[in-house]
C-alpha cells in the first residue's frame, strides 16, 4: 500500500517563473492539503481540496492556485515565483469522514527560487 | 488568525534526561494532533487528542489535552539519541484543517 508520494523531490526555478508541484494521496484517501514549510518553521496551510475543489484556503495570494484529479491526485502550481516561495512544500492526504482526521505526509518538494 | 505557539524553541538534553514541549493556542481547538520531523524529513503523525482533559501514553511519551482545549504538552521520559527531530503540534481548525505550532527542536547528546 503506497504512502503518500510527492513529485519532483527537488526543483531550482528563478524569479518571474511558474511551477507546478505533484501529489498523489495515500490509497484510499480522497482529500489532499497543501502546506509550505519555510526553514526552521512549521508547516502553514496553503488550501485543501476535495471532489476536485477547493474546500479551504490560508492566506496565500492568488499565485498559488491548484487542482484536483478524478483519481484524488492534485497539483500545486505557483506563478511569478518569488524568492520567498523558497520552502519545502508539503502535500497531506486524509480521508473525508471526521472533522480532522489523521494527515498522512509525503516526502515533500524542496523548491529553491534564484 | 489563530496562533498555535510552543515552547521552548530549542532544546539540548543529555540522553537518558527528560523533555516537555508545550503548546498553545489562541483559540478553543477541536482536537490537538502532534507530529515529529527528523532533519530533512517530512512530519510523521504521532497521536490525536480529541477530550478536553486527555491524557495519552506511547512508551516512553506522554500526550496531554489541557481542560479549556488550549494547550497540550508532550513530555518524554528518558531521552534516547532516536528522539532527536522537531516535535509540532498541530490544532484543528475547521474541517480538515490544521494549524501548525511553532515547533520545539531537540537535540539529545549520548
Known amino acids: 500500500d503506497a504512502g503518500v508520494t510527492q513529485s519532483p523531490t527537488h526543483l531550482i526555478k528563478t524569479r518571474g517563473q511558474q511551477v507546478t508541484l505533484r501529489c498523489s494521496p495515500k490509497?484510499?484517501?480522497?482529500?489532499v492539503s497543501w502546506y509550505q514549510q519555510a526553514l526552521g518553521q512549521g508547516p502553514q496551510f496553503i488550501f485543501q481540496y476535495y471532489e476536485e475543489e477547493e474546500r479551504q484556503r490560508g492566506n496565500f495570494p492568488d499565485r498559488f492556485s491548484g487542482h484536483q484529479f478524478p483519481n484524488y491526485s492534485s497539483e500545486l502550481n505557483v506563478n511569478a515565483l518569488l524568492l520567498g516561495d523558497s520552502a519545502l512544500y508539503l502535500c497531506?492526504?486524509?480521508?473525508?469522514?471526521?472533522?480532522?482526521?489523521?494527515?498522512?505526509f509525503g516526502p515533500g518538494t524542496r523548491l529553491l527560487v534564484l | 488568525g489563530q496562533q498555535v505557539m510552543q515552547i521552548p524553541q530549542y532544546q539540548h538534553v543529555q540522553e537518558g534526561e527528560d523533555f516537555t514541549t508545550y503548546c498553545n493556542s489562541s483559540?478553543?481547538?477541536?482536537?490537538i494532533q502532534w507530529y515529529k520531523q527528523r532533519p530533512g524529513g517530512h512530519p510523521v503523525f504521532l497521536i490525536q487528542?480529541?477530550?478536553?482533559?486527555e491524557v495519552k501514553k506511547q512508551k516512553r511519551l506522554t500526550f496531554q489535552f489541557g481542560e479549556a482545549k488550549k494547550n497540550s504538552s508532550l513530555h518524554i521520559t528518558a531521552t534516547q539519541t532516536t528522539d532527536v527531530g522537531t516535535y509540532f503540534c498541530a490544532g484543528g481548525a475547521g474541517f480538515q484543517k490544521l494549524v501548525f505550532g511553532t515547533g520545539t527542536r531537540l537535540l539529545v547528546s549520548p
Open positions: 497531506a492526504s486524509s480521508l473525508n469522514q471526521v472533522l480532522v482526521e489523521t494527515q498522512y
Open positions: 490509497s484510499g484517501h480522497d482529500t
Open positions: 483559540t478553543t481547538l477541536s482536537n
Open positions: 487528542l480529541v477530550k478536553s482533559g
